[in-house]
């Protein structure tokens, strides 16, 4: 007879505990509707297949949502169940909401995570920290210089923005819309599910359509 997961919850945001292991660590992720899910969908494989992470999706009430590719998805939880005690990493993708000023309900979230675990905004998603204001003393990237100024009234981080498609400080990974591989790489490498080498590797593999074989040697 095959083993049976085994399904827990801690306060309300669930853990998976798989047979032959358990999993360490959790990436509680936001979704909503229209929300960009190419823009995640690789650090989330590599996540859940290739390391001790699980992967949590939560939306504002637990309620199914669209995402930008028509895919129907059914989050494991709500917002009210996310609790940065019990997540390792908070990952936002971007979509259009972010800049019609919508998702707010995840603004207080996200104020909890900053500063005790990791946050990973892509795209859209860096304005919300722009509204926060954890951009104004920190290095950060996004869609393009002026980009998180248009939208973000409050913003005044110009001074540290990087032209680049992604900047890592540690507590804070911000992407360009663009930036699917960089992400994924950043999140792999931090995390030490990949040696530095070894994540380098994977980047490369990724950027040049498979002909870098190392990945899979080292």
């Not at 505990?17 to 979704?31: D, E, G, N, Q, W």
């Not at 989330?44 to 699980?54: E, G, H, K």
């Not at 005690?85 to 995570?113: C, M, Q, S, V």
């Not at 990237?141 to 540690?170: A, H, L, M, W």
């Amino acid at each position: 007879m095959e083993p049976t997961d085994i399904r827990l919850s801690l306060t309300g945001l669930s853990f998976v505990l798989k047979p032959s292991y358990m999993k360490k660590r959790t990436c509680a992720v936001f979704v909503f509707e229209g929300f960009a899910d190419h823009e995640i969908a690789l650090t989330m494989a590599w996540l859940n297949s290739n390391s001790d992470f699980s992967i949590e999706t939560f939306s504002t009430k637990g309620q199914p949502v669209t995402a930008m590719s028509g895919m129907k998805v059914m989050p494991h939880t709500s917002l009210q169940n996310a609790d940065p005690e019990y997540f390792d990493l908070l990952l936002l993708p971007g979509g259009a909401k972010w800049e019609t000023g919508d998702n707010l309900e995840i603004f207080p979230l996200i104020r909890a995570t900053a500063g005790k675990k990791p946050i990973a905004a892509i795209c859209g998603a860096t304005l919300a920290l722009g509204d926060l204001g954890l951009l104004n003393e920190t290095p950060h990237t996004s869609n393009f210089p002026g980009y998180i100024g248009r939208f973000c009234k409050d913003y005044e981080g110009e001074n540290f923005y990087q032209p680049v498609s992604c900047v890592n400080t540690g507590e804070l990974i911000t992407c360009s819309g663009v930036a699917i591989i960089d992400l994924a790489y950043e999140i792999l490498k931090t995390f030490g599910v990949f040696d530095p080498q070894k994540a380098l590797d994977w980047k490369d593999l990724y950027q040049t359509s498979g002909e870098v074989q190392s990945f899979f040697y080292l």
